[in-house]
Nanobody, 123 residues
């Protein structure tokens, strides 16, 4: 059983930065950050596997960075140059195996989810 606990959300103005953290217990192969805005589907933001290979949604490339500290069992998402359209509930997710490169940003490929942390970006 994998447990995920997110933290670090908050409210910032456009152009600001936030760093999200996800405390992980249990074995994972691939980790991801997803977000969901009201009335919209959950979308993949960034993923990283045990070898450190990353993948980003086009909308966040160059602004967000996903990383992991294996010693601390923690996943991070550094978010810079935030925009109002980045607003949403951000979730940490875990897959026990490799879902395949093309599915890594697909919510259905992940087995475990955290409770989410809210990010609000005002203009």
């Amino acid at each position: 059983q994998v447990q995920l606990v997110e933290s670090g959300g908050g409210s910032v103005q456009s152009g600001g930065s936030l760093r999200l953290s996800c405390a992980v217990s249990g074995y994972t192969y691939c980790m991801g950050w997803f977000r969901q805005a009201p009335g919209k589907e959950r979308e993949g933001v960034a993923t990283i596997d045990r070898d450190g290979s990353t993948r980003y949604a086009d909308s966040v490339k160059g602004r967000f960075t996903i990383s992991q500290d294996n010693a601390k069992n923690t996943l991070y998402l550094q978010m810079n140059s935030l925009k109002p359209e980045d607003t949403g509930m951000y979730y940490c997710a875990s897959a026990s195996g490799d879902p395949g490169w093309w599915l890594r940003l697909t919510a259905g490929a992940y087995h475990y989810w955290g409770q989410g942390t809210q990010v609000t970006v005002s203009s």
